[in-house]
């Protein structure tokens, strides 16, 4: 017998951060509305980021920076202060730092996501129902959206809004697969940690902050033996400081800049601070709440110039690490048990004893094979729907339902998040937040970037 079709108002695809923040914002709004979180993970609010079990995974930003309100800087902090008293996280005193410097486990910031949102469930005449499933189909008409989950179940919402996250990249370049996943072990899977001989040599590719949690399991895990990265540019992201404030350089000059003069601009803002002795991530911290501006007004010659040139630089500086892990990394980099090294990734060969990778390192036109134990794959994310081998994003395109946003990063959407179809329309059912809009607004991740989405979509959705 067929199940009969539930009905919502507002169906959300995806309950990690991004879509249990929206259902937060939306149970703040006035009014009584029906929502439904699909989500194929047990807890809502976790997602890959806040799923983490491992102490030493933190969030990259203290908890002055990480609030999920943005109308309260001061949100986690005020809710750490209390987790703390009540006696959660007894290890946070061996910092000696106050509350709001402190860099929490991801873990516990998923309880706090998920607190967030029992506490808004309370207080709202509004309903949050979590409904177990991936969704694996979704139509759209001009009265309602209709949802197929992977048991057959359908949902109907007056809106739906794909939360759906971070696609994990597949690295199969476009002639023959380099076999990357099949040989590899999850960047995040601390057991599997546990399982590699603790003095053999692990291979990882890829060197940003996936690779840096990798590497804080290897040592939680026992693992002493050499540690070889190799990453296209051979980067490692920088440690945060606590910079001071710094004049808002680009907030004084509109003008669009082209992302060679940006950098150039930004370099200089950098040298001038280091000259009176303070942290060039104090005017690199500026430039944060330009990005989506600047990325949206730049023309596709220059959103393609920033990705070449400029990311590399931007992804290492920007996106930087905990201070504790980057001790971690740094101590074992001075002890010559773990080195980078800039090379382009060919292909994998597992066998019995352990995997071999083929490698062309920056400067050599040989391609080399080096040998390790174990290989971690922590060489990023897919954000071209069209090579994400996932039955929703595979579907939504078969039905002309959205198409590539710039540079086939996520997808198209006009500034609300509500998507453009493939014939150029923008959707008045269809909506999408956080990771998916990665090619809207360049930076659309972050826990602050999803934050502020989540109440502007919110708002939105309640007034039309
Ligand atoms: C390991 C890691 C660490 C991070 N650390 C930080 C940090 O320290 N600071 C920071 O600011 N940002 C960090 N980020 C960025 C992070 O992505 C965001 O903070 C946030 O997790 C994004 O939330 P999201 O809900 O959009 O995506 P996700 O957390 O990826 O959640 C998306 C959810 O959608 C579900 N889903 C996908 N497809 C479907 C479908 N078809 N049907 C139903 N459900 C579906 C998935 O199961 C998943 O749970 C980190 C990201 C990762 C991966």
């Known amino acids: 017998m067929t199940e009969s079709i539930r009905n919502a108002d ?3 695809i995806g309950g990690g951060l991004s879509g249990t923040m929206l259902a937060v914002q939306l149970l703040r709004q006035p009014g009584q509305r029906h929502i439904l979180v699909i989500e194929p993970r047990a807890e809502l609010g976790r997602g890959e980021a806040y799923s983490a079990v491992e102490l030493g995974h933190t969030l990259n930003g203290n908890a ?29 005193d061996q910092q000696h730092v106050p509350i709001s410097e402190l860099f929490p486990p991801r873990g516990i910031f998923g309880v706090y996501a998920q607190q967030r949102l029992a506490e808004a469930k309370a207080q709202s005449a509004s309903t949050v129902e979590h409904v177990r499933g991936e969704v694996v189909d979704l139509q759209v008409d001009e009265a309602a959206t209709l949802l197929t989950l992977d048991n057959g179940q359908q949902l109907r919402g007056t809106y739906a809004v794909l939360a759906t996250g971070m696609f994990p990249a597949a690295r199969t370049p476009q002639t023959e697969s380099s076999g990357l996943n099949a040989a590899a072990v999850d960047p995040w899977d601390v057991q599997a940690m546990t399982h590699i001989d603790p003095q053999s040599t692990v291979l990882i590719i890829g060197s940003g902050l996936t690779m840096v949690d990798a ?12 540690i070889e990265i190799f990453s296209r540019h051979g980067l490692l992201p920088h440690v945060r400081r606590q910079p001071p404030s710094w004049e808002d350089f680009l907030a004084a000059d509109h003008s669009l800049r082209s992302p060679r003069q940006l950098l150039r601009e930004v370099r200089r803002q950098c040298r001038i601070a280091q000259a009176r002795g303070i942290d060039w991530q104090a005017p690199l911290d500026t430039v944060r709440a330009h990005i989506g ?6 023309d596709e010659r220059e959103k393609r110039q920033f990705v070449r040139h400029v990311r590399p630089w931007w992804e290492s500086h920007h996106h930087r690490s905990p201070p504790l892990s980057a001790q971690l990394v740094a101590r074992l980099q001075a002890e010559g048990r773990l080195r980078i090294q800039a090379a382009s990734f060919k292909g994998v060969v597992a066998s019995d004893g352990g ?4 490698l062309r390192r920056r400067g050599e036109q040989a391609v080399t094979q080096v040998s390790g134990a174990a290989l971690i794959n922590s060489s ?34 006009d500034v609300s998040g509500a998507v453009v179809d493939a014939e150029g329309d923008v959707s008045l059912r269809l909506f999408a937040m956080g990771p998916p809009l990665r090619g ?16 502007a979509l919110a708002l939105k959705l309640t007034k039309i």
């Open 215 to 226: 590497v804080v399991s290897l040592e939680q895990a026992g693992h002493r033996g050499p």
């Open 440 to 455: 809207m607004w360049w930076e659309s991740t972050a826990v602050t970037d999803v934050a502020l989405q989540a109440k």
């Open 355 to 358: 995997v071999t990778v083929r």
């Open 10 to 12: 507002v169906l959300i």
């Open 380 to 413: 990023g994310i897919e954000y071209d729907w069209r090579r994400v081998a996932r039955p929703l994003p595979q579907q939504l395109l078969k039905r002309g339902l959205i198409r590539p946003g710039p540079l086939a990063l996520g997808i198209a959407a």
């Open 64 to 92: 002055a920076r990480m609030s999920v309100d943005p109308d309260n800087a001061d949100d986690l902090t005020q809710w750490l202060t209390d987790y703390i008293g009540a006696g959660g996280w007894p290890e946070s």
């Open 293 to 298: 501006r600047l990325w949206s007004q730049a």
